[in-house]
């Protein structure tokens, strides 16, 4: 439960007006609800408010990460190793998507229908929203992910294959061509592996940038939101 508390003290933006839309935003490893938030509003100029849609920002909590030779660091699951060669760690992960989906259902107890709801996420956060669509909630809206990747035989290529009516949801992926955290051939070969499987995939590589938002990408992923998930 204490795992639970910490993840639900969400950063949230609310809609102008009625509320009838939920984005969730998960940060990368290292970062928090307020980063992300304040990083997306630089790009924007303002704060980013939508009439129809909430944000929803959560925190990961504090947790031994062992890319950081086990020490504690705000991350949504742990890695063998910031790579695409290893083994997921799935027993982290999992854990993870449960209590996350909890956030989620209490949207939809909140009278946000799935079909309403779009998860995403910048780096891990990105990798998070595409566990939590395509393995836990596949009737959702739409996926983005932003400088992220899937590990060589994710569990989700696995899942799919074994359940391909869950690739119904649309999948956005922006990954810069000068990345240097997670390369941006990483992103592609997720990308070509979804598309293989059945999703409809967007990708979109950002020319000389790292691993980093920019105001393109922003604007971009601000018309997609809209385009799915339409005031009403």
């Not at 949504?76 to 190793?81: N, Q, Y």
Request: charged residues 20%; hydrophobic residues 40%; glycine residues 6%.
């Amino acid at each position: 439960m204490a795992l639970m508390a910490r993840i639900s003290q969400a950063n949230i933006v609310h809609a102008t007006k009625k509320h009838t839309a939920t984005v969730f935003f998960f940060h990368g490893s290292g970062g928090t609800a307020e980063d992300m938030k304040e990083w997306i509003n630089i790009y924007t100029k303002e704060e980013l408010q939508f009439p129809h849609i909430r944000l929803v920002y959560p925190s990961a909590p504090s947790q031994a990460y062992t890319p950081n030779d086990g020490m504690l660091q705000n991350v949504w699951f742990d890695r063998m190793a910031i790579s695409n060669q290893v083994p997921e760690h799935v027993k982290s992960i999992d854990s993870m998507c449960q209590d996350v989906s909890k956030l989620i259902e209490k949207e939809v107890e909140d009278g946000i229908p799935y079909n309403r709801i779009i998860l995403g996420g910048f780096s891990m956060g990105g990798a998070l929203a595409l566990h939590l669509t395509y393995r836990y909630k596949p009737s959702i809206a739409g996926c983005f992910a932003m400088s992220s990747f899937l590990n060589k035989g994710s569990l989700i290529y696995e899942h799919l294959k074994i359940n391909p009516e869950n690739n119904k949801v649309p999948l956005l992926q922006y990954h810069g061509t000068a990345d240097t955290l997670v390369p941006i051939e990483w992103g592609e070969e997720t990308a070509k592996n979804m598309k293989e499987l059945g999703v409809n995939v967007k990708f979109v590589p950002l020319p000389n940038m790292d691993h980093d938002l920019n105001r393109s990408e922003v604007q971009g992923w601000k018309n997609w939101l809209l385009s799915i998930l339409p005031d009403i």
